[in-house]
C-alpha cells in the first residue's frame, strides 16, 4: 500500500465520534453513516489527515492486527469512504496531521471496519435542508430556487 491521505468533505458532512462509534452524515442528500468499533478508530485518525500507513501503524498497535490485513482494512474503509463521498483525495497533502485527542473503549476482539449507510432521513431532508448555505443540493434542479431563500 502506498502513502495516501484523504480528508473529509466538510462543505458537505457533518462528524462526530462518540463512545467509540463514528457518526456522520451527508447533509447534502440526508444519508448517514455509522463507523462502529475499528472504523471508528480508523475514521479518527483519517479525520485528522494522518496517511493510510500511519492509520494502518496504529491499528497494529491498538488491536494487533497482522500489518497486510490493517493496511488492506484502511485501503478498503477508504476506497468505500471515497465512493460514498464523505473524503476525497488530498493530492496537495497541504495539512499537517493532527493528534489523536479522543478516548476510546478498549479496543476487544478486531473486527474489520464496516461503514453502515442510512437512507431513511433522505426524504425528510429533501423537504428540509438542514444547512441554508449548502448549494448544489441533487434534489433541487439548477437556479431552482431553495426553501426559505
Avoid at 11 to 25: P, R
Avoid at 82 to 110: C, K, Q, S
Wanted: aromatic share 6%; net charge negative; proline share 8%.
Amino acid at each position: 500500500m502506498t502513502e495516501r491521505r484523504v480528508r473529509p468533505r466538510d462543505d458537505e458532512i457533518a462528524a462526530s465520534v462518540i463512545d467509540g462509534e463514528a457518526l456522520i452524515i451527508n447533509l447534502s442528500n440526508g444519508v448517514y453513516y455509522s463507523l462502529p468499533g475499528s472504523g471508528a478508530f480508523i475514521w479518527a485518525f483519517l479525520e485528522r489527515e494522518h496517511d493510510t500507513e500511519a492509520t494502518a501503524a496504529a491499528v497494529v498497535d491498538r488491536y494487533g492486527v497482522a500489518p497486510d490485513r490493517a493496511r488492506s482494512d484502511v485501503e478498503g474503509l477508504v476506497d468505500r469512504l471515497v465512493a460514498e463521498g464523505i473524503v476525497t483525495d488530498d493530492v496537495a497533502n497541504e495539512r499537517e496531521a493532527r493528534a489523536l485527542d479522543l478516548e476510546f473503549p478498549a479496543p476487544g476482539t478486531y473486527a474489520p471496519p464496516t461503514l453502515e449507510r442510512y437512507a431513511d432521513m433522505e426524504d425528510l431532508l429533501a423537504l428540509d435542508p438542514p444547512m441554508p448555505g449548502i448549494a448544489n443540493l441533487p434534489w433541487q434542479s439548477e437556479g431552482e430556487a431553495r426553501p426559505g431563500s
